[in-house]
């Protein structure tokens, strides 16, 4: 399939991108189970797009139940070579708003019930996941940002979380005493797939409300949630049409062969069936 330079992945609010030129939805079979949804596909200013929205096109995916290596998967099959995760999150900061971006650079993973790796059977790899974001597509999303005029913050560590409870007030605390920034429930293990995929991924996090620690928390509606979503969402597609006018958005090739070149069994001793269920993820760059 041709080259597509980036996909989208879209969070809570977030569910269509408008104005694509060519656009179909094209159902993409994965070896790791059925992405969340099919995946709208077309052009946006010149440049070949996909969008996948992470909760299913009626949010009726639980953060828990998405199936992450299935999209992720199914991403590296029609050929993406970026990602940019969009995504909704509570503030651990005073100075982090409601309405506020954050072009966040770190990740703490505090999920349990999640397949978290590609390389789960015979096959084993270790990929190093101390930069678990692309600075290249950091970069871009913070040009395109500040040309937008939209406020935001530029690094920054998401906690995430199992969910779909949100934090207790400890919990809330002990997030803020560990110098974490934002809280969410969907950037793990998205990020950590992406990089074992070989795709070169950015998350922006968009705040909705502050966390339970934050004295004004039991004053917030959900109405005003609601009303900061929406505002949000239109401004996340401000940043998509933005972001697609820039001329070229150059893939890392480290990052295309992270995984073969981080695999510590002998290639030899990988059963078939293995080797046949990782094919699309090792595709770059296929063992002999």
Not at 58 to 82: F, T
Request: proline residues 3%; positive net charge; charged residues 25%.
């Amino acid at each position: 399939m041709k080259e597509i330079e980036i996909a989208f992945i879209g969070g809570s609010g977030l569910y269509k991108i408008p104005n694509l030129k060519n656009a179909k939805w094209i159902d993409v079979s994965s070896n790791f189970g059925k992405p969340s949804s099919m995946i709208r596909v077309g052009s946006l200013n010149g440049k070949n797009i996909a969008f996948l929205p992470r909760h299913g096109l009626n949010h009726n995916i639980s953060p828990s139940k998405i199936n992450y290596r299935g999209n992720i998967d199914a991403l590296k099959k029609i050929n993406v070579q970026n990602i940019i995760s969009i995504s909704a999150v509570g503030s651990l900061r005073e100075d982090f708003r409601p309405g506020d971006f954050v072009l966040v650079d770190q990740f703490i993973d505090k999920t349990y019930k999640r397949e978290k790796s590609f390389f789960d059977d015979d096959c084993v790899a270790h990929i190093p996941m101390a930069s678990p974001i692309c600075n290249n597509l950091k970069k871009i999303s913070s040009t395109t940002l500040k040309e937008l005029k939209l406020k935001f913050h530029s690094g920054g560590t998401y906690i995430c979380i199992e969910g779909p409870q949100f934090s207790t007030l400890a919990e809330s605390n002990l997030y803020r005493s560990w110098g974490c920034d934002v809280i969410g429930m969907t950037n793990m293990p998205e990020s950590k797939l992406a990089k074992e995929a070989g795709i070169c991924y950015a998350s922006l996090s968009m705040v909705t409300d502050y966390d339970c620690w934050h004295k004004d928390h039991d004053s917030v509606t959900v109405d005003q949630i609601v009303k900061v979503m929406k505002k949000n969402s239109e401004n996340a597609l401000r940043f998509i049409n933005g972001i697609c006018k820039n001329k070229s958005i150059t893939c890392n090739e480290k990052i295309k062969n992270i995984a073969i070149n981080s695999i510590i069994t002998d290639k030899s001793k990988i059963k078939k069936s293995s080797k046949e269920r990782l094919a699309n993820i090792l595709k770059i760059n296929e063992s002999k």
